[in-house]
């Protein structure tokens, strides 16, 4: 049997009861009373075994099946290394420990942490991980969007000067974007991670960390490209412009200038 063949839902007279229930409008626990489960949590372990899973936004049980032929469809990974486990994990036959290194893990639970930081939980049904951020319908991102553009709108509104009113501070902000991005310590790349050119020798510093603080440090540095020296370099140089040392950071970073 396949992975596809073993994900197949079953649908006999209770499945198909419990379904119609939940159509009607009864809620989970409502549905689990009705056939004298526990909790819900039983009747979840009866769906499992038939092959369903619960989705929380649509209030009912869906397929395993159909839950993994949507990851191929899915755009909004948080990272192409996420995008890539889930991937290759919903390609026919794909073992778990065999994915891990593949992409770069010294093992499955190494990844397993990795994924859940990124908001991914493993799911025996589907074998795969899924999201477990509420997924937005494209009803409900455009009434979002509409909402914020009338937020926008009437706080751009306030006062008797309109949108006009703000004209000054916007050309005083485009006069000084130079000096305001320096004093940042800003990118002019959106997301991009500055780089610094800082005067002085390398010197050896120990440090101690949780190991849970480690792995992520080690993560972001492999997922971004940048060696574990550049994120503390810029991680401290923003530290002290934030906390009352931006003019020993700009004297600093002005004698390579």
């Known amino acids: 049997m396949t992975k596809a063949e073993a994900l197949q839902p079953i649908y006999d007279d209770k499945v198909k009861k419990i379904l119609q229930l939940l159509g009607d409008g009864f809620s989970r626990d409502e549905v689990a009373e009705q056939f004298q489960y526990s909790t819900y949590r039983s009747m979840d372990s009866f769906m ?36 890539r486990i889930v991937m290759e994990l919903n390609k026919e036959g794909a073992d778990l420990k065999e994915v891990a290194l593949k992409v770069g893990f010294e093992n499955h639970l190494e990844m397993a942490r990795y994924m859940k930081s990124k908001g991914f939980e493993w799911s025996q049904e589907a ?3 899924l999201s477990t951020s509420p997924t937005i319908s494209n009803d409900d ?19 008797n000067g309109g949108v006009e ?18 004093l940042l310590g800003a990118s002019v790349a959106s997301g991009q991670i500055p780089r610094f050119t800082l005067p002085g020798l390398f010197v050896t510093k120990s440090v101690h960390m949780t190991n849970t603080l480690d792995q992520m440090v ?5 997922e971004k490209n940048i060696n574990q020296r550049e994120v503390f370099e810029v991680a401290l140089i923003e530290f002290f412009q934030k906390y009352g040392y931006e003019r020993e950071v700009e004297k600093l970073l002005q004698q390579n200038a």
Not at 141 to 159: D, P, Q, T
Not at 218 to 222: A, E, I, N, W
């Open 48 to 83: 499992s075994r038939k092959n369903f899973v619960w989705d929380k936004r649509k209030g009912t049980y869906l397929p395993a099946d159909t839950i993994k032929a949507s990851l191929e469809t899915m755009v909004n990974f948080p990272s192409d290394r996420v995008r």
């Open 127 to 129: 074998g795969n991980y």
């Open 141 to 159: 991102e455009n009434v979002a969007n509409a909402r914020n553009e009338a937020s926008l709108e009437g706080s751009l509104s306030i006062g």
């Open 165 to 182: 009113q703000f004209l000054p501070l916007l050309e005083w902000l485009a006069l000084n974007k130079e000096g305001l991005q320096s």
């Open 218 to 222: 080690r993560d972001f540095s492999k």
